[in-house]
């Protein structure tokens, strides 16, 4: 009985020795001898690397702020002044009496070894991002020994955004502390990369006493320069296609009343305002669903200003057609109407509106190339529109009814089309894509009662850039624009750019009255 | 006696002409002689600033005179005049700067404040020559006359009509005035040209030197009004009137429509750059919102509502319509943009002839 006793000890000890439990383990850091608190760090990392708690354990002893129960060796970690909490239990201790506790101490080599744990830790994650995180955390605090750990990480990752930064990493200590080939190499690496650390180390290097290595820094820098160049051409492009979508958005309204119905309506720029002001309302209306805001506000902003628009062309417009100029006064006339009903309803003053989460911050491309989501919604917003229009008036009957009254209103009332009733909803839907574009403009400028005549001169350009009466032009002419007035932006000012467009305009309808893509045959004519 | 007889020529059948220029030239007279001679105790003394305002008003009625000569007569909408009355306005307000001399803030003898303020070492190219007042002058009627020259020369050669031709006269303006807003222009960006002494050794801030230029203002109106009366009259008038009706008839028979087109064009942004040049020594100060889109198309508003086609009436609606904002916008600020917006929908849909066409509408009825 007693030998059995015995053996069913030695076994249990024998079992623990070998697989003790974290708590076990971590106990053993009340040890006073740093060689001991290493080997525990080291065996911690080997077998618990994916308890959660060795992060928090390793944080807070890398701070100094971890703690051992003098009778237990229970590990705890200091919560706040007075307050520990216990890492086995989860348990707080407050108002606890400081002499029932110590701290555990460590030593600059020890903090290494920590420091380098907890790189690794994260760096074998399993969540991505945490991986990604903990990647760029160790090359903006990169150090010679990281190499080790890195190279170890770079075997088993497979994400590429990852590996990009391990190998960066890599790259830098090599290019900073190597010597001979192995840091000539790095050196001309370090010009594939774009972000501000290689850059810094090129930098660092510049001075340096060898030769070689001064030649290949300089050219490393070149190469940085020559992509970043390039890069900032693609942002460049960018702005472009986004200025080219507002104006597309802003444009695509107009090209419907203007180009399709002939009517000249100078309120148009108030309907997007009105779009604009729907979003605003609707934030208000709705603080809770900022979120949802934008998306709530497309609708509710097309059946506004759509109705506004048909209200609009019943009261006014159905009594001047075929007298465009006088259109142009009577519309003229509505929007000083509109933008003073808004100043009296709202402010004079620019209204803010939000922007919800996922319409803030950026796409990172790489280091010198990063692309705003709301710029990129707007862009894909504009695009979703146009085709939209493009389906229901190319493929839908309402479509075919509309192009038959624009083309020759008295056969198309012959053929049984209600001539009028077609007017007011063409109308309506050219007003309502107004509004659209209101709600996607409120994300990217101020919203005020000035906001429309902004864009009114601007959309005019586009469409009868295009040429009047054509969708793909008012597309074409929109992003022309937008990518001309962005590329001359730089060298002109943004003013100049602006009278440069416009005296460009000018002198293209001089050669090209009908627009890019004038309309042919009978039709086109006046 | 000669002289007189060729204008009671031109003002022959003109009886609207007649009434509105002499009612004009009564008021101009009673309003400088109460400013002038009655004492200020006097319940019948005139306000200087009256005599300011009624003189930007007829500055105006210049402009609005020189639109319907372009669009009541020969069937442009230029939604861009006010860039040939701002010009004509700049123009004539270098002149000005170039007297203020050394008493500016800065006082350099050389340089108008702006540009000291701007770190300019020098005087730019183009504003040479302003110093003098003939020559001044001479700018005032010659820039507007090549703007509207090469404008027109690009624009009636290749046949732009209509709406199209509307919209880039509006961009023009539009242009211009983002142009002018700019610093590095010269011009004294978004603040313009201001603090004016005097004008040809006269003090701008005299009495008489205000009824002067309210007296010659006036006589600048009826010459212009004479000048547009004698072309419509003549046969160049009536080529002009048959373009506006119908463009192509006219070029089949072989005249050169473009030429006509681009003479009254000229002739017109001449008119209204004097305009300009005698409104900015009245309301002392010229900056690029005249260049604004919203004060061409409100000029447009002036001759819609007067009646397009008649000369006089532009005169009445400017007058009007100028009166109306002064009151407005000191009384009931609020409103005046409802009213300028109902008054552009009221007219176009219901009055296509403006109040000419309504008065002689209900003379019509009483007949």
């Known amino acids: 009985m007693n030998i059995l006793k015995i053996i069913l000890l030695n076994l249990l000890i024998f079992s623990f020795s070998y697989s003790s439990t974290f708590e076990e383990l971590s106990s053993k850091l009340s040890d006073n001898s740093f060689k001991v608190k290493e080997d525990v760090v080291s065996e911690l990392i080997v077998n618990y690397k994916d308890e959660q708690r060795l992060e928090i354990l390793l944080q807070n002893m890398l701070l100094g702020n971890l703690y051992f129960q003098n009778q237990s060796n229970e590990i705890l970690f200091l919560e706040k002044e007075n307050s520990f909490k216990s890492l086995f239990t989860n348990e707080s201790i407050t108002n606890a009496n400081e002499n029932d506790f110590s701290k555990i101490k460590i030593n600059n080599k020890l903090r290494s070894v920590i420091k380098a744990s907890l790189a690794k830790i994260n760096l074998f994650a399993n969540d991505e991002n945490k991986r990604l995180k903990a990647a760029k955390n160790i090359l903006e605090n990169l150090e010679e020994q990281d190499k080790k750990i890195l190279e170890e990480a770079l075997k088993t990752e497979k994400t590429s955004s990852v590996k990009d930064i391990l190998l960066e990493s890599i790259t830098n200590i090599n290019a900073k502390f190597s010597t001979g080939d192995e840091q000539l190499i790095a050196i001309s690496k370090l010009g594939s990369f774009l972000s501000a650390k290689s850059l810094e180390t090129l930098n660092g290097l510049k001075d340096s006493s060898d030769e070689k290595v001064k030649v290949a820094v300089k050219k490393a820098l070149n190469e940085i320069e020559f992509s970043k160049s390039i890069y900032s051409l693609i942002e460049t492009a960018f702005f472009g296609l986004s200025q080219g979508s507002v104006l597309l958005l802003a444009a695509i309204g107009l090209a419907i009343t203007f180009g399709v119905m002939k009517v000249i309506n100078m309120a148009h720029g108030e309907l997007i305002m009105i779009g604009a002001y729907t979003t605003y309302t609707i934030q208000q209306l709705m603080p809770n669903l900022i979120e949802y805001s934008v998306i709530i506000a497309i609708p509710a902003a097309f059946i506004i200003s759509g109705l506004v628009g048909i209200a609009i062309e019943r009261l006014v417009i159905r009594h001047l057609y075929g007298r465009p100029l006088e259109t142009l006064l009577a519309t003229f006339g509505i929007s000083l109407i509109l933008q003073q009903v808004v100043r009296t309803i709202f402010s004079p003053l620019n209204q803010e509106v939000k922007t919800p989460s996922w319409m803030s911050g950026a796409l990172e491309i790489n280091g010198a190339l990063s692309l705003t989501y709301n710029r990129l919604y707007v862009v894909i917003f504009a695009f979703v529109v146009f085709f939209a229009i493009l389906y229901v008036m190319k493929k839908t009957s309402l479509g075919l009814k509309v192009r038959a009254v624009s083309q020759n209103r008295p056969i198309a009332r012959a053929m049984g089309i209600q001539s009028s009733k077609i007017d007011a909803i063409t109308f309506g839907i050219g007003s309502g894509i107004a509004g659209v574009a209101g709600v996607a403009l409120s994300q990217l400028t101020n919203v005020g009662p000035n906001l429309g005549q902004a864009y009114i001169v601007d959309s005019f350009m586009v469409v009868v850039f295009g040429g009047v009466g054509n969708l793909w032009g008012t597309l074409i002419a929109s992003f022309t624009l937008g990518e001309i007035n962005k590329f001359i932006e730089p060298l002109a000012g943004a003013i100049l750019a602006k009278v440069i467009i416009l005296v460009f305009i000018i002198l293209f309808i001089q050669k090209r009255p009908r627009g890019l893509f004038p309309q042919k045959g009978r039709d086109a004519q006046d | ?367």
């Open chain 2, 1 to 367: 006696m000669e002289r007189k007889s060729i204008i009671l020529r031109i003002l022959e059948n003109d009886k609207g002409g007649k009434i509105v220029l002499s009612s004009l030239a009564v008021v101009v007279f009673v309003v400088a002689f109460c400013n002038l001679f009655i004492p200020e105790s006097s319940i019948f003394h005139i306000s200087t600033f009256t005599v300011t305002i009624l003189g930007k008003y007829l500055a105006f009625a210049l402009l609005a005179l020189a639109l319907d000569l372009v669009w009541g007569y020969l069937g442009i909408l230029s939604l861009g005049h006010g860039a040939f009355f701002a010009l004509g306005g700049y123009a004539f307000a270098m002149y000005l700067m170039r007297q203020i001399g050394n008493r500016g803030v800065y006082g350099n003898a050389e340089l108008p404040d702006f540009m000291v303020f701007m770190n300019l070492k020098e005087l730019p190219w183009f504003w040479l020559g302003f110093d003098n007042p003939l020559f001044a002058i001479l700018m005032v009627m010659m820039v507007p006359a090549i703007l509207a020259f090469v404008f027109g020369w690009f624009a009636f050669r290749s046949r732009v009509t209509g709406v199209y031709l509307s919209i880039i006269t509006q961009a023009l303006t539009y242009a211009l005035m983002l142009a002018f807003f700019r610093n590095d222009m010269g011009f004294g960006g978004n603040n313009g040209l201001t603090d004016f002494k005097d004008i040809l050794g006269f003090d701008l801030s005299a009495d008489t030197t205000r009824v002067a230029l309210l007296i010659i203002t006036f006589f600048a109106l009826v010459f212009g009004y004479l000048v547009c009366r004698f072309i419509i009259n003549s046969k160049l008038g009536r080529v002009v009137i048959s373009i506006r009706d119908a463009e192509s008839r006219v070029r089949f028979l072989g005249y050169k429509v473009e030429q006509y087109k681009l003479f009254i064009f000229v002739v017109s942004a001449v008119l209204a750059g004097i305009a300009g040049a005698l409104y900015v020594p009245q309301v002392a100060i010229i900056n690029p919102n005249i260049f604004s889109p919203l004060f061409s198309i409100e000029l447009v508003i002036w001759v819609a509502i007067g009646g397009r086609g008649t000369l006089y009436g532009a005169i009445i609606g400017a007058i009007v319509v100028s009166l109306a904002s002064t009151y407005f916008t000191s009384a009931l600020p609020e409103v005046w943009l409802y009213a300028l917006g109902g008054l552009f929908v009221v007219v176009t849909l219901y009055l296509p002839m403006g109040i000419v066409g309504l008065i002689s509408k209900i003379k019509m009825k009483k007949a």
